[in-house]
Structures are given as C-alpha cells and as structure tokens.
C-alpha cells in the first residue's frame, strides 16, 4: 500500500505543476525511508519511531490498518505529539493521514521545514487558503524557531 502510495505521489499533480510530495520517492528510492506496521499499537510504534531517526532515516511510516476512528482524533493527537516534541525539544514531527489505514509520517523538524522552504519558493503552496498555510506550513515554522531554542 504504501510503496504504491509513494510512487502515485511522485506523478505531477496538474493543479500544481509538480509532484505532490517531490521527495517521498527519492528518499524511499534510496533507502531513506522505513515502513513500519502495527495492529493496535500505532502511538507506541509512532514515540518507537521518533527515537529511529538519523542522519540516514529520513523518515518513518508507521501504517495501523486497524485503526478505528476518525481523521480528526488521529490529527489532534499528532498535534499533541508535536507540542510534546517541541516542548521536549527534539527534532521531530509527526505527520497524520488516513485512507484504508491510519498513517503518521514521523521524520525530523528541521528536514521537513526545509522541504517546505523548498517548495516555497517554487510556489507550491500557492493553491493553500490562508488557514491551511498558517496551520500546516507558517505554524509548524514557529515550531522550529521554538525546538531551536
């Protein structure tokens, strides 16, 4: 599912003119990313994944296909992880997604920001509202001034 899933986002998006994620399948492609599956235990597996990386993880998928609720609980917990990692200040974050599974992309703070400096500047997020860039992209960029500090 995921491998399938990587390959589809490196497909040029016609909204944007571009990929929708330009670097999941070189990472992937390169041995950078590790895929992780769980059954029930998808919180624990994802605090297992903040410890697993560096300088040659980029990221970890921790995949759930058992996952019972919805994508709102799923995001306000990544969020809460992330107010632990920042507060902590280590250099992670934690990304949620749900299909046909509960999805959190764990990965550093700091190479996740400068991806989305990246894409920035090349006009990616131009098709976000302004809620959307200030919650996803604008906040998580506070964030890493604070992890920083």
């Known amino acids: 599912m995921i491998e399938q899933w990587i390959n589809d986002l490196a497909e040029v998006d016609s909204t944007i003119g571009m990929p929708l994620c330009p670097f999941a399948k070189p990472a992937y492609d390169a041995g950078r990313v590790e895929i992780v599956h769980t059954a029930g235990h998808l919180w624990p597996e994802v ?13 970890v998928v921790v995949v759930d296909e ?36 509960a999805v959190i992309f764990v990965q550093k703070l700091t190479e996740l920001d400068n991806s989305a400096a990246k894409l920035d500047k090349l006009g990616y997020y131009t098709h976000y509202d302004a809620h959307d860039y200030e919650r996803l992209i604008a906040g998580r960029r506070r964030r890493r001034d604070q992890y920083a500090r």
């Open 47 to 59: 605090l297992a994944a903040s410890l697993k990386l560096h300088d040659d993880l980029d990221v």
């Open 66 to 101: 058992t996952y019972a609720g919805g994508y709102d609980e799923l995001e306000v917990i990544a969020d809460a992880l992330n107010d632990f990692f920042t507060a902590a200040g280590l250099d992670c974050w934690a990304l949620s997604h749900l299909s046909d599974a």
